[in-house]
T-cell receptor, first 113, second 114 residues
């Protein structure tokens, strides 16, 4: 069974640009969550989707957004990139939203220059 | 405000030794406590998890001890091996909107010397 797949693995963007990251969950998993990992702030929850609906949102500005498609694949978008957005962005999937066990992808390393 | 405090930040042990990582939380609404292991260049992988109605859970060389009254939990790695060298994150999760949302500790970098 394939794991959580995130694309691209690495990305370099210029300040002010926007970026879209993609996540394909484990087959059969319908809940997808996104996290930002930085050395300074650690792992922080961004948002969570289930059945194309955002169920939870972390404490991030509106420049961070996401969506989920009918096949459970998810994308997150960051607009007007800032240097501080440089981070490893991780996606995790779980079978049902009430199931606590989540499985992470390898992440997308975003560098903003 | 750091809701989940993890210590130590780094840990060095000899092969065969016991590695102990501690976490403390504030919010009593947390009701699921997983530990994740992360190798460089990889995403975190669920290692072991515990719910507050259990004081200890063991899986192989990994044991979680949970003290509900003290709001503390810890990971013990017995017979530590060089392959255990990684960053370990504790988390405390609470239900929100029907889902479990984790709050992570800052992580512990474990090095096991051969």
């Amino acid at each position: 069974k394939a794991g959580v797949t995130q694309t691209p693995r690495y990305l370099i963007k210029t300040r002010g640009q926007q970026v879209t990251l993609s996540c394909s969950p484990i087959s059969g998993h319908r809940s997808v969550s996104w996290y930002q990992q930085t050395p300074g702030q650690g792992l922080q929850f961004l948002f969570e989707y289930f059945s194309e609906t955002q169920r939870n949102k972390g404490n991030f500005p509106g420049r961070f957004s996401g969506r989920q498609f009918s096949n459970s694949r998810s994308e997150m978008n960051v607009s007007t990139l800032e240097l501080g957005d440089s981070a490893l962005y991780l996606c995790a999937s779980s079978n049902e939203p009430g199931i606590a066990e989540a499985f992470f992808g390898q992440g997308t390393r975003l560098t903003v220059v | 405000q750091q809701q989940v405090k993890q210590s130590p930040q780094s840990l060095i042990v000899q092969k065969g030794g016991i590695s102990i990582i501690n976490c403390a939380y504030e919010n009593t609404a947390f009701d699921y406590f997983p530990w994740y292991q992360q190798f460089p260049g990889k995403g975190p992988a669920l290692l072991i998890a515990i719910r507050p109605d259990v004081s200890e859970k063991k899986e192989g060389r990994f044991t979680i001890s949970f003290n509900k009254s003290a709001k503390q939990f810890s990971l013990h790695i017995m017979d530590s091996q060089p392959g255990d060298s990684a960053t370990y994150f504790c988390a405390a999760s609470k239900r929100s909107g029907g889902s479990y949302i984790p709050t992570f500790g800052r992580g512990t970098s474990l090095i096991v010397h051969p």
